[in-house]
Nanobody, 122 residues
Framework: VQLQASGGGLVQAGGPLRLSCTAS????????MGWFRQAPGKEREFVAA????????YYADSVKARFTISRDNAMNTVYLQMNSLKPEDTAVYYC????????????????WGQGTQLTVSS
């Protein structure tokens, strides 16, 4: 499956933004999905994950209660709704597939698409 993330941009601190990740070339609904992010000079880190059916979900502590992951299997798309954005959320955001559950390890995720840049200004 190929993934394409979109929806990034420049946002003021405190504002919202929604990222999308659309899959093609495979059966999207069989995969759990995750979002990761990578800030300049830092390792790629886990953000959120969602099961094949849409529930349950889990999040990194740094984004819990601010970000919401969801999916629409009919549209082959997973979303990341981000609220109360902070400058430290600035990063390139990536989506990926996984057949594992409960993991935050980058090595458990596959099919990394091209990321989308989010910049949060203070």
């Amino acid at each position: 499956v190929q993934l394409q993330a979109s929806g990034g941009g420049l946002v003021q601190a405190g504002g919202p933004l929604r990222l999308s990740c659309t899959a093609s070339g495979g059966t999207f609904s069989i995969y759990n999905m995750g979002w990761f992010r990578q800030a300049p000079g830092k390792e790629r880190e886990f953000v959120a994950a969602i099961s094949r059916t849409g529930l349950p979900t889990y999040y990194a502590d740094s984004v819990k209660a601010r970000f919401t992951i969801s999916r629409d299997n009919a549209m082959n798309t997973v979303y990341l709704q981000m609220n109360s954005l902070k400058p430290e959320d600035t990063a390139v955001y990536y989506c990926a597939t996984t057949t594992a559950w409960g993991t935050t390890r980058r090595s458990d995720f596959r099919s990394w698409g091209q990321g989308t840049q989010l910049t949060v200004s203070s």
